[in-house]
């Protein structure tokens, strides 16, 4: 579960009244896109794109996979290792 630090996002699911998923826009073992232009451009087969123009810089998500035991980290960004393992209360593989 991920939730972006970017205002539009909260702003479509406060108006549609629950959550949205999606997966990020990223391009798998490619580093972020933060332009719309780049992106449009980049991901082919696109019905349309928000263009919020050229977005900040944040630090990649850390994804895990909670589908094995014990749940393995697939790329540590922001949330590292230790504080997670933390909160769980295991280490993770």
């Not at 826009?25 to 896109?33: D, K, M, R, T, V």
């Not at 014990?70 to 790329?75: K, S």
Request: aromatic share 12%.
């Amino acid at each position: 579960v991920r939730l972006p630090e970017h205002l539009f996002p909260h702003l479509v699911s406060k108006f549609l009244g629950y959550p949205v998923t999606a997966t990020s826009a990223n391009i798998s073992g490619e580093p972020p896109i933060y332009d719309s232009r780049e992106l449009f451009r980049k991901l082919k087969g696109l019905d349309f794109i928000v263009d919020a123009g050229t977005l900040p810089f944040v630090e990649v998500s850390t994804v895990i996979d909670f589908t094995v035991y014990p749940p393995r980290i697939l790329r540590e960004g922001a949330v590292k290792r230790e504080y997670i393992e933390k909160f769980l209360g295991f280490r993770l593989e």
